[in-house]
């Protein structure tokens, strides 16, 4: 399977070969390569929408003794790279959902970063750390052999005749009751964001694993790694600020990345993976570890900052000035930190409606691609154009 599956990835492995640029040493270049193949497989290994029946029997088979009754199916939730299915069980109501990874994650001897998406959760559900926490993270199940993950087999996506099972590692988390934040006023609880992303990074401090120290083309550290992936935006203006924010982030960024605290960060605060109170005043959990990665600590403000600042009518210095204020008042940030965050956003910016470009042309059926797509656009070319005086404002400087 894993054979076949990298054969079907061939076409892209030559792509990046051939467009990576230049990079300071062999190993450079392997890493790059390597994270290009990677999220080239991860289209191709996505696992196969299963019918609802199919997913209660998974459910079932693997975790059906830690909870009474009959599981139903309620319906498959937005991911990238995985399936997601909002299930329920039928005495308690409690709800859940059950995630099955995509293949090329869960390969034997590549599947470590699965094992770390639930040590995260373990270690920030754990007592000692919840009481330090202002904010909830998913809980997740134990199955009946005692694990948190379990792997199971099913066809393969592709439509190219093979019929080799692939293997996809199975995991069950709690369901975090609430709205998600794209169904509220963003603007009322920017600081309550701001403050519930630093506490979640307070936490992670104490936090670590080898899975998460990992070559991931989402960590803000390799967005160079990304020229391989411009050919696939369409609009050559568009294609343009991407290649301006390259250069920016060569001078401003790359000088001083050995200098910034890191460590375990979330990566990908979005409004879609932040649960807010039914109310809507302030923020109740972060949810999806997916792109968790061992980084620079100030990557995780500036990706919150690039889709809290997203498609809205506020003003985008003051919306920027309150999430800080949120954040820095649990984790001050230096000043080297403060002098990149203006380009970072704009990073993270560029990932998301690269990305999004690629991977829809991958997976044309899935709209969920493109939702950050447009508002990207039109913040990125909304920041190129700022003054030198709003600039230094986003830096706080």
Not at 69 to 84: A, C, F, P, Q, W
Not at 277 to 305: K, N, P, T, W, Y
Not at 349 to 355: A, D, E, K, P, R
Request: glycine share 4%; net charge negative; with cysteine.
């Amino acid at each position: 399977t894993q054979l076949a599956s990298s054969e079907r990835a061939g076409d892209h492995a030559e792509m990046a070969s051939t467009l990576l640029s230049p990079t300071p040493s062999a190993a450079a270049t392997s890493a790059a390569t390597e994270a290009v193949e990677l999220e080239a497989l991860r289209k191709v290994m996505k696992p196969t929408t299963l019918e609802d029946e199919a997913v209660i029997q998974l459910v079932t088979k693997h975790f059906g003794s830690r909870f009474p009754g009959t599981i139903t199916v309620e319906k498959e939730l937005n991911s990238y790279d995985d399936r997601n299915y909002l299930v329920q069980c039928t005495v308690t109501a409690h709800r859940f959902v059950c995630k099955i990874h995509n293949g090329a994650d869960s390969r034997v001897g590549k599947d470590t970063f699965l094992h770390a998406q639930n040590a995260v959760l373990l270690h920030l559900n754990d007592t000692q750390t919840m009481q330090k926490s202002s904010v909830s993270v998913p809980v997740p199940v134990q199955a009946v052999s005692g694990e948190y993950i379990v792997f199971i087999e099913l066809p393969p996506l592709t439509q190219d005749g093979s019929t080799q099972a692939v293997r996809h590692g199975l995991r069950l988390l709690e369901y975090i009751e609430g709205k998600l934040m794209s169904e509220v006023d963003r603007m009322s609880i920017l600081e309550s964001l701001g403050s519930s992303l630093a506490s979640l990074d307070q936490n992670l401090e104490s936090f670590d694993h080898p899975g998460v120290h990992r070559s991931h083309l989402w960590d803000l550290q390799n967005f160079l790694q990304l020229r391989p992936f411009v050919q696939y935006i369409t609009d050559k203006s568009k294609a343009a600020m991407v290649e301006q924010v390259f250069s920016l982030f060569e001078k401003e960024v790359l000088p001083v990345l050995s200098s910034l605290p890191r460590g375990v960060i979330q990566n990908d605060c979005n409004d879609h993976n932040v649960i807010v109170s039914e109310s809507g005043s302030q923020v109740h959990a972060i949810i999806d570890f997916g792109d968790m990665v061992h980084s620079c600590r100030v990557f995780d403000l500036a990706i919150c900052l690039a889709y809290a600042l997203l498609d809205t009518d506020a003003s985008v210095v003051e919306s920027s000035r309150k999430l800080c204020l949120g954040y820095c008042d649990t984790i001050p940030i230096n000043g080297t930190e403060r002098a990149i965050l203006y380009t970072s956003v704009m990073a993270r910016l560029c990932q998301s409606v690269v990305m999004s470009s690629y991977s829809y042309s991958k997976d044309p059926g899935n709209e969920y691609l493109l939702v950050t797509a447009e508002p990207g656009w039109r913040l990125l070319s909304t920041m190129l154009a700022m003054s030198d005086e709003d600039k230094k404002a986003i830096n706080g400087q």
